[in-house]
């Protein structure tokens, strides 16, 4: 019995491995680097010095002032650790369009020795949330086939639904949120999508040329689903468009989903 036991758990990581390997394959010219350590779920710091920050994907925060850790935080961590100690902390770097975020991070596609995408993988482990942000959407839709993969199986943040209602959001940070579409309203600002009261959605006008307009406009009475990192208006001066406290900037269509 537990022969066929290890025979199992080997014949299930093989599954996950080569569904994983599926995702974002390799392309042919990547820069090979040097991990020194690994940071959280999604940042790496290299021996040369420079802290990477994983392209589409967003682990749970690990805990800091006080804070605990978020469900799956110290999880998404470890995985990491051990897809880097696989490759003998060699790994393959491709930089994003933009190559640098705002605090100074390189930007970056993560590669394995045996030429897994590391964000793809923790991606359909379930261990993180696939994002996109303009201009570095070039592997939005792997990314999305590896989160739904996770989601279908109902494996790690998908055990549970991970999805907040609107009017659930209480503070500020990374959110997956689902409602129905009371407003629309399109200035100078942008284009705004009103939910139930609670959040607003903000498409920046450089940014609505990404989006099928027509569709937004339709979006009324509608169910979505939408992902960033939600802000509190109630702190940024004044509630013009709508009166939801909560403000979610989107930059790609890859962050709303039409869900009925």
Request: proline content about 3%; hydrophobic content about 40%; overall charge positive.
């Amino acid at each position: 019995m537990k022969k066929a036991s290890l025979a199992g758990a080997f014949f299930v990581s093989a599954i996950w491995f080569s569904s994983a390997q599926a995702f974002c394959p390799a392309p042919a010219a990547l820069t090979t680097v040097q991990v020194q350590r690994v940071v959280d779920g999604d940042t790496l710091r290299l021996s040369d010095g420079r802290s990477v920050r994983m392209i589409g994907l967003n682990t749970p925060e690990l805990g800091k002032r006080g804070r605990s850790d978020e469900p799956f935080a110290v999880a998404a961590r470890k995985r990491l650790e051990v897809l880097v100690s696989e490759s003998d902390g060699r790994l393959g770097l491709l930089l994003g369009q933009e190559s640098k975020d705002h605090y100074g991070r390189t930007l970056a596609h993560m590669y394995g020795a045996n030429g897994a995408n590391l964000e793809a993988q923790l991606l359909a482990e379930g261990l993180g949330y696939q994002v996109a942000i303009a201009p570095n959407v070039d592997f939005v839709g792997c990314q999305q086939a590896a989160e739904r993969s996770a989601r279908q199986a109902g494996v790690g943040l998908w055990r549970q639904s991970s999805v907040l209602k609107a009017d659930q959001i209480s503070i500020p940070g990374f959110a997956v949120l689902s409602g129905r579409v009371s407003n629309i309203q399109r200035n100078r600002s942008g284009l705004w999508i009103e939910l139930q009261d609670s959040v607003v959605l903000r498409i920046a006008p450089n940014q609505l040329g990404q989006f099928d307009v027509s569709m937004l406009d339709r979006l009324k009475g509608r169910q979505i689903e939408a992902r960033g990192w939600v802000l509190d208006r109630s702190r940024r001066g004044g509630l013009k468009s709508g009166q939801a406290r909560w403000l979610l900037p989107l930059s790609h269509p890859g962050m709303l989903q039409l869900v009925q």
